[in-house]
Structures are given as C-alpha cells and as structure tokens.
C-alpha cells in the first residue's frame, strides 16, 4: 500500500502559556491512540505547539486499514454436531454470525477439546474515508479551564479559529463551531499572513511567515540568544527552565534583547527584584561573573530584530514602574512593628469555616510546641521555636507580600531580621514554606522542620475536619503536596516522631476550636489513609514491590523513617532461599489470631505440651530484645528467629482444642505474638513463591 503524511492543526486564540505543552501532548496521544487503535500503520509523528495554535504531523500513513485474517473459536464438537453428525442449531448460528456458512467450519483441537472454527476477512478501510472522525478526537479533548464563545456550546481551552486537516494533498472535511477543515494556516499575528499549506511543506511555509512551530527548537532559539548575550556583555544569566518553558509558549517568532534599570533600586533585596522581573514581567535576571545581581534584564519579544531599542524602552518603563512601587513597598513596611502586623491576622479570615489566620496561627503554635516536646529539645531551642510559630505569618499583612504573594516567607526572613529577631527564628519563618513545589528542598533548619510540619498539618487536619478531601484532580488547597512535604521533612530530619500522635493532636486542636464537622474517629481514619498514599508514593518511588509496600502500611502508623527502613529490609531479604519459610510461618500466626476475640494474659499453666513452652519463651525473649532496638534489620531478623519454635509449635499444637479455656489460651498467646510481629509489618500481606 502507498503512504501518504498526516497533518492536523488547530488554530486558536492565544492559549495560557502554563496550558500549552499539555495540550499539544495531550493531541499528539490521542492521534497515535486513534491510529493504534483503527489499525493504521505509520512510522512517526511529531508534535507541534505555539500560543495560538495545536499541531500533529504524523509521517508515512498507510492509505487504508490492513487486511485482517483471522479465526474465530466456536462451539465445541461435541455440540457443533449431533449424534448423526449434522451440524446443530449452535454451529449453524455460529457460522451465519460469523458471515460464514456451516461447509466453512473446520476444528482445531485446544487443550485435547476440539472446538468448531470459521476463519474470517474484514477488508480495511481507506484511512482518507475514516480520518473525518478526528472531528470526535478533538471534541474529547480536556483542559483546566474551557471557554464558551459567541452563540456556541461547545467548550475549548481557547476559541477555534482555524482547522487543516490533510492526508498528503487532500484535505480531510469536517466542521467544528462553523469553522471548516482546509489547506491554509496562519502566519505571526503582526509579521506573517495565511499561507497554504500540506504536511510536507508545514514547518518551512510557516517559518516563512515568521512562526516557528517546532517547540523544541523555539526554545533552543531562545536559549542560543540568550547565551550569545551572555557571552558579549560578560554576564552570567541563570536560566529558570519554568521562565524559559513559559516563555516559549508566549512567542511564536522570538528574538532575546537587553534592557536596564536604575542601580538604586538593587538596594531592594534580591528575591524582590528577582520576583518583579521573573513573575511579573517574565524578565531573565543577570548577574555579574561573581554571581552579584545586575541593574540588567534580558527579555524575548514576539517578533523581529526592528526597532529593538523602542521594545527595551518600553519594557524598561514597565519595569521601572514596577520597581518603583517595591521600593515604596518596602519602605512603609518598615514602620510597622511585627506585633502590629500580628493584630491585623486577626481581622484575617483563613477560611469561613476554619476561622482567622490568627487562629490558625494559635494552632500552629501549640503543634509547634507539641513536636518540639516529642523530640525533647533544649528549653532554649523550644523558645526559638515557639517565637518562630507566634511570628510566622505576620508578613502576609506587609504592603510587599500583598502585591507580591510569591515572598511570603522570603520578606518574613528579610523582615524579622530587620526587626531584630534571631537568625534562626527568621530562617525558620522562610522555611515553614518548604517545599513550596516538587523541586523544592525541605527545611534544613531543626525550628524551621518543626513548624514546617505544624502549619502543613494544622491546614490539612482543618480542612478535612470540615469535608474539603482531595478527590480526582480536585485539590485546590495542594493538601497532597502540603502531605508530601510533611512526610519528606520527617525522612530528611530522620526523626522517629509516631505518625498518628501528630494526627491526634491536631485533631484535638481543631475539635477545641469547634472546626470539626463529624466524628474525631473519622476523620483520623481518613486522615490516616490519605497519608498512606503519600509514603506509598514515596516507596514505590524507591521501586519497593507493591505488596511489601502494603505489609509495612498494612501496621499502625508509625514514624516515616521506621516505615521505610522496614520496607527497605524487606526488599532487601526478599530473595533470600529462606524467606519464603519465614514470612509463612510469621504469616501463619497472624492468620489464627484473627480468630481470637480478646487478648488475655498468657496462662503458662494450661501448655500441654513441650513446643507452647518452647515458643512462648522464645517469644518472650525476643519482645525482651526488640525493647532495645530500634533497627530495622535486627528487628526483622529477631522476627524471623521464631521460624522453628513456630513451625514445631503447629506441629504438635492444635490451636483450636475442644477444651474452651485451652483454646481461647492458646489464641490470646497467638494475638500477643502477632502483635509483636504487625509492629514490623503485616507479613501475610506479602506475596511468596
């Protein structure tokens, strides 16, 4: 079969820039979806996006579906045909379904049954006639925010305002809002103009039009230019990949050129003048060889190389204005005091349910004081601590946070400090943030960790008291990544604290406070769960095997640190000859303490053999030495130790004896020594061969 190239483009309004790489995947997928999925061969495809337009162009497309030859499984013999060998009802019908005749049917013998097969054609489609359903492909497309236009009802990340649609030369019909499938697409919205088009000719006709649709090498481009500027004024240009990324989904023609300002203004603090020109303005930062800032910036412009100095002008007069009010900002934050700024939280509504971030702050507080207690700091450190939590949020009231919100913390640092707070404290008040995102790092100060956990546990233990829980996609308070964080701070700082302890005094917090809107107990049970996720997430990020990763989240919540090791020990035993004894024998015990309806005191007295004696020793010398451990692998080999005392236990020993008090004896024994092993892990969780 001949081939021909498969181009398909969508042409929109300007899309968000943090949208567009998504979407442009989220196209090519479906496309190689379709084409797998209706039998159409073809040898590659590439993927194309700028701000108005979504692009795939797909090379070397069979021109019709392939044959398909294939058998179809029937009855078996002895149904297809009667006692006289006539063909039955049941072969008959199975043919005809089959588009076949019962003189088609011949029997293949499957696992020593022979079964009646037809074998069967479907002639393939001509891809030209099938490709009209792309139509569907695009309509099926989901985005974070959709747009209803004019009189349509249809929604779509941006209005569409142009479609090609082409198979080689052809073009594919379909209409979507009123807008036809053709041959011509559109140039750079001021350069450029409508230019026909086909797949083979796409990128370069568009280039010509000032539009470079390859993603990849726009950026490239950008980078190249910035670079190449670098290098002639002798800077150092940090590249954040986030800018440059959302950058190049700002442009379709870009061309990197140089701007200033006033060197007054770098007596504001960094992150200030970074934030302005980064956040706001989408502005690179330069640097000195020494890697001090630069009264410089470095922007890229939707265009040409014409009249660069005008665009740096104006981009310059922006800035200024920008930097103007960040000095004033900064200037009047200064006569406000910190106890100034903490009365105002208190006219701060947090959330209407939840009440004022100074009664969120009051929380946080005692959390704050709470860990510090479980992990038996100095008084001196507790003092910094707690100083630390009172003062953490009084800089979301400064004039500076309020027009930049992305310096929450950074200006708290930079203001405490100002203000005459210790170090530590004003560290800590920037970490408390950390992580702010999946890239970030967790707090490295000791005061900074604690209350990094506090504020992210006061706010995911608020909110699901009343009802907000995570679900699908829908997580507007980021309380997975406020629980990722809690979970990585506590592996980094390595601290042993018990999980549920934490969960329980938060609740107790909320509950003071009147936020609870149902049962402790419940919410506890889904706080519990959703934690859970999060450590499995973090353990099959380790490539743990799933089914120790529920053994070891199968036990009570313990600390972070000891849930991993454990599974780590795990993983690593899980090989050995031995381990598959171990962990049924372990298992075995767990089984039939399910069965125990109380855990009573062991009598010794009602043993009635040899073996109970035996294994009720080892198990108490094995609680005496896990009393003293805490590591992991000794613990699990102290474990694994009661293999024979447990194996000639169910020997001899019939757990379920006739004698009521001797059986129930005999199961309290088995709950206590299943207990001693469910601290470590649920073992008859794991899978063994």
């Not at 507790?382 to 992305?406: G, H, N, S, W």
Request: hydrophobic share 40%; charged share 30%.
């Amino acid at each position: 079969m001949s081939k021909q190239d498969l181009l398909l483009e969508i042409g929109l309004e300007e899309m968000p820039a943090r949208f567009v790489t998504d979407s442009m995947n989220q196209l090519s997928d479906k496309v190689k979806a379709w084409l797998v999925e209706k039998g159409i061969q073809f040898s590659g495809m590439k993927a194309y996006s700028t701000p108005r337009r979504l692009a795939v162009l797909v090379e070397d497309v069979e021109e019709a579906q392939e044959d398909v030859h294939e058998e179809a499984k029937g009855p078996a013999k002895k149904i297809a045909l009667n006692d006289q060998g006539e063909w039955t009802k049941a072969a008959i019908g199975f043919s005809r379904g089959q588009g076949a005749t019962p003189d088609d049917i011949f029997f293949k013998e499957i696992k020593g049954v022979e079964y009646a097969h037809v074998k069967t054609f479907t002639k393939g489609q001509e891809t030209l006639k099938l490709l009209p359903e792309l139509k569907e492909l695009i309509l099926s497309m989901h985005f974070p925010k959709n747009m209803k236009w004019a009189d349509k009802e249809m929604r779509f990340i941006r209005p569409i305002k142009w479609l090609v649609a082409m198979f080689g030369e052809k073009v594919v019909p379909f209409e979507i809002t009123d807008v036809q499938t053709g041959n011509t697409s559109r140039g750079h919205r001021f350069l450029g103009k409508d230019v026909i088009t086909n797949p083979k000719s796409y990128e370069k006709a568009l280039l010509a039009e000032y539009v470079i649709v390859d993603a990849v090498e726009r950026k490239e481009a950008i980078r190249k230019q910035i670079d190449k500027l670098e290098e002639e004024q002798n800077w150092l240009v940090p590249i954040d990949e986030d800018l440059l990324e959302e950058v190049n989904n700002l442009v379709e023609y870009p061309t990197a050129l140089f701007g200033s300002f006033e060197e007054e203004y770098l007596s504001l603090p960094e992150e200030v003048l970074v934030t302005s020109m980064k956040e706001h303005q989408r502005y690179f930062p330069v640097k000195s060889k020494s890697g001090d800032l630069l009264p410089q910036f470095i922007t890229v412009r939707n265009g040409g190389h014409e009249h660069l100095d005008n665009v740096a002008r104006g981009n310059e007069k922006v800035l200024r204005a920008r930097l103007s009010d960040a000095a004033f900002f900064y200037n009047e934050d200064q006569k406000t005091s910190i106890e100034t700024s903490l009365k105002k939280l208190e006219k701060i509504v947090y959330h209407e349910e939840i009440g004022t971030m100074s009664e969120k702050v009051g929380r946080v507080r005692a959390l704050t004081n709470h860990i510090a207690q479980l992990l038996s700091l100095s008084s001196e450190d507790k003092k910094v601590a707690d100083r630390a939590a009172e003062i953490c949020k009084f800089d979301l009231v400064t004039q500076m946070v309020y027009e930049f919100p992305e310096l929450q913390g950074f200006m708290g640092e930079k203001y405490a400090l100002q203000k005459g707070e210790d170090a530590v404290v004003a560290q800590a008040i920037n970490e408390h943030y950390m992580p702010r995102n999946a890239h970030d790092s967790t707090a490295k100060s000791v005061p900074g960790a604690i209350l990094s956990i506090a504020e992210k546990l006061d706010t995911i233990v608020s909110c699901f008291a009343i009802g907000i829980i995570p679900s699908g996609s829908q997580d507007p308070y980021a309380l997975r990544r406020q629980a990722t964080g809690i979970v990585q701070t506590l592996l980094n700082m390595n601290w042993e604290i018990s999980f549920e302890e934490l969960i329980n005094q938060a609740i107790h917090l909320t509950e003071n406070a009147g936020i609870n809107k149902q049962e402790n107990e419940k919410i506890k049970e889904e706080l519990i769960a959703f934690f859970r996720l999060r450590i499995k997430y973090i353990l099959q990020e380790k490539a743990i095997r799933y089914d120790l990763i529920d053994a070891v989240l199968g036990s009570a919540l313990t600390s972070v640190p000891a849930i991993i090791e454990r599974a780590k020990v795990l993983h690593s035993n899980k090989d050995n000859d031995s381990f598959k004894g171990e962990i049924e024998a372990l298992s075995r015990v767990l089984n039939i303490a399910q069965k125990a309806e109380s855990m009573e005191d062991v009598q010794i007295e009602l043993f009635e053999n040899e073996d109970e004696h035996k294994l009720y020793n080892k198990y108490i010398e094995v609680r005496n030495n896990l009393d003293e451990t805490t590591n992991a692998e000794v613990y699990f080999n102290y474990l694994i130790s009661l293999k024979p005392e447990i194996d000639m236990y169910f020997e001899h020993t019939m757990v379920m004896a006739e004698d009521p008090k001797v059986k129930a004896n005999r199961l309290s024994f088995m709950a206590h020594l299943a207990t001693m092993i469910q601290s470590f892990a649920q073992m008859n969780h794991i899978l063994v061969k």
